[in-house]
């Protein structure tokens, strides 16, 4: 069982730069993928970084390519996202979640309870 709990979120203005933390509980943290999921009002989670247990792999929904860098220390069981160049259209709540590495949501089975970025144009 993984426990975890984002942080980071906030109000910047487009443009500026973001980084969101999570921070996991339990022994198998490090022995799971992570993802950063994003739900904007009115549409349905999305899909917007990945990372591998061991933070070789990684890979990036489109819309975010170049602009954010998905990264893990598992020493400290945090997962973080770093995003620059932010746009008004990444306003969403951000949430973390473990589970297999996959761009598909079904394949997490454990989920933070979101924090809230807002980029103001």
């Known amino acids: 069982q993984v426990q975890l709990v984002e942080s980071g979120g906030g109000l910047v203005h487009a443009a500026g730069s973001l980084r969101l933390s999570c921070t996991g509980s339990?022994?198998?943290?490090?022995?799971?993928?992570m993802a950063w999921v994003r739900q904007a009002p009115g549409k349905e989670r999305e899909f917007v970084a990945g990372?591998?247990?061991?933070?070789?792999?990684?890979n990036y929904a489109d819309s975010v390519k170049g602009r954010f860098t998905v990264s893990r220390d598992n020493a400290k069981n945090t997962v973080y996202l770093q995003m620059n160049s932010l746009k008004p259209e990444d306003t969403a709540v951000y949430y973390c979640?473990?589970?297999?590495?996959?761009?598909?949501?079904?394949?997490?089975?454990?989920w933070g309870q979101g924090t809230q970025v807002t980029v103001s144009s």
């Open positions: 979640a473990g589970g297999s590495m996959s761009t598909i949501l079904s394949r997490y089975d454990y």
């Open positions: 339990g022994r198998t943290f490090s022995r799971v993928a």
């Open positions: 990372i591998s247990w061991s933070g070789s792999s990684t």
